[in-house]
C-alpha cells in the first residue's frame, strides 16, 4: 500500500515549479521525512494524468539504483517520466541505447567507448583548447554578454559537430534540435529556430523540408518531440550523414560506427539514427546546461570566484563542485522489474522509479554541508554522470570543455559578476538557463 507523503510532492514532478531553480529545500525535506517518496502525476501543460512514480532521494539508493539493471529496467518503460504515448513509440525510444538494458545495451556501448578513450579526447584538446579561445576573445572587448546565447552554447556544438563529423555550417541544427526534444515544456525553446538555412549543406535544407512538413493536430499540438514524427527532420538529416560516410569515411565517431567490425555485426543505419539523436541532445544539451550553471554558482558565491581566479589550479576542483552542486540532469527513470523493497518501501513490479541525481548531490550523509558552493570540497562522490551500465560515456569530454572554457573566463573576463537576473529552463529533466546576463572589466 502506498504511503500518502505529508510534503507536497506535486510541485517536484511540475515543471514550472523548475523556474527558479531546482527546488532543493522541498527535496531536503522530503529526503528527511524518507529516502524515496511516491509522487503523483497530475494532468498539468497538455499532459495526461499518469500513474505515479517513487522519487529517490539518497545517494546510496541513486547509486544501488543505476548499478542494478536486473531489477531496475531503462528498456521497460525508458529513462523518462511520462510513459511513451503509445505501443509504437514505446517500441521506438527502445531502440536507443539509452533505454537499453545489458546486453543490448553493452553492444552498442562497446562499439562506442573507442572514440571516447582517454587518447581519443586528448586528441581532440587542442582544437577544444583553441575554441574556448575564439569564443571568449570575440566577446572580451564588449564587457558584457548573455553568458548561455553568447559563450556557452558554442563550444558543445562546435565540439560535437567535429567529432560527429557534421559541417560547421550546419551545427546550429543541433541547437534546435536539442532545444524543441528538452525544452518543449518551455515555450522559448519548443520553437527554436536558430539555424541560418543560407549557409547550411545540401542535408541541412533537405531536413529543413522536412520540417516545414511537420504539422500540428486538430487540437494545435504538434508531435511529441521524442518521436520519430516529431523530430522527422533530424532523423533524415541522420540517415544522410550516414549514408554518405558509408561511401566516404573519415576520422569521426560516424564513420568509426559504421565501419566498425564487431563480432555481433556492424551498427545499422537505423540503429545509427538513434544514437545521433543521443548525441544531438544529450551531448549538446546537457554541456550546454552544466557550463552555465557553474557559472551562476561561482557568481552566486563572489569569494569562491576570486579564490579561483587568484589560483587557477583549483579549476579542476572547481569543475567537480560545479558538477555536483548545479547537475545539468535532475533524474533518470527506471522500471521495476519484480516486487521488492527499496528504502523500506515495498515497490511493485511495473512502477516507475525515478532517481534524483540532484538530490543525490546534496546527501548530507555524504557531502558535508551539501549546500555549500565550496571548490576545495574533497572528496566529491557526485552521481552527475551517473553509475553503472549508463555511466556517462562523455564524462571525460565534457571536463576536457569545461576546464578549457572556464580557463579562459577566469584570465580573460576580470570582475566577472552578474548583470541580470537568471532565467532558467522550463523542465523538470534538465537543469538548464536559457540567459545569464553577465559584464566585466575591459
Known sequence: MIEI??????????PRTYKTGVPYDLIAEMRQESAIHWVEEPALLGWEKGPGFWAVLTHDLVNKVLRDPNNFSSYIGGT??????????????????????????SRLRRLLVKSFTPRAVARLEENIKSSAFS????????????????????????????????????????YDWSNRVIGYQDDEYAASDSFDPKKGTEMAKRALKIRAGIKADESGRLPDPRSREGLADMYAYASDLANYRLSNPGEDIVSTLLNADDDQGPITVEEFETMFFLFAVAGNETLRNGIPGGLLAL?????????????????????????????????????????????????????????????????????????????????????????????????????????ALFQEIITKLPNLEMAGEPEHLVSNFQNGLKHLPIRWST
Open 5 to 14: 507523503s505529508v510534503v507536497d510532492t506535486d510541485t517536484l514532478f511540475d
Open 80 to 105: 523518462q517520466i511520462r510513459d511513451p504515448s503509445s505501443a509504437s513509440m514505446l517500441s521506438f525510444v527502445q531502440r536507443m541505447m539509452l533505454n537499453q538494458d545489458p546486453p543490448e545495451h
Open 135 to 174: 569564443i571568449v576573445a570575440n566577446v572580451q572587448k564588449n564587457a558584457q554578454a548573455d553568458f548561455v546565447t553568447e559563450i556557452a552554447t558554442d563550444l558543445p556544438l562546435l565540439t560535437l559537430a567535429s567529432i560527429m563529423g557534421i559541417p560547421e555550417e550546419d551545427r546550429m541544427l543541433l
Open 299 to 403: 557568481l552566486t558565491h563572489p569569494e569562491q570566484l576570486t579564490q579561483l581566479v587568484n589560483d587557477p589550479s583549483l579549476l579542476d576542483g572547481a569543475i567537480e563542485e560545479m558538477l555536483r552542486y548545479a547537475p545539468p540532469v535532475v533524474h533518470f527513470r527506471r522500471t521495476a522489474t519484480c516486487d521488492l523493497e527499496l528504502g523500506g518501501r515495498s515497490v511493485e513490479a511495473g512502477e516507475k522509479i525515478v532517481v534524483y541525481h540532484a538530490a543525490a548531490n546534496r546527501d548530507p550523509k555524504v557531502f558535508e554541508n551539501p549546500d555549500r558552493f565550496d571548490i576545495l570540497r574533497s572528496p566529491n562522490d557526485h552521481l552527475t554522470f551517473g553509475a553503472g551500465p549508463h555511466f556517462c560515456l562523455g564524462s571525460r569530454l565534457a571536463r576536457v570543455q569545461m576546464r
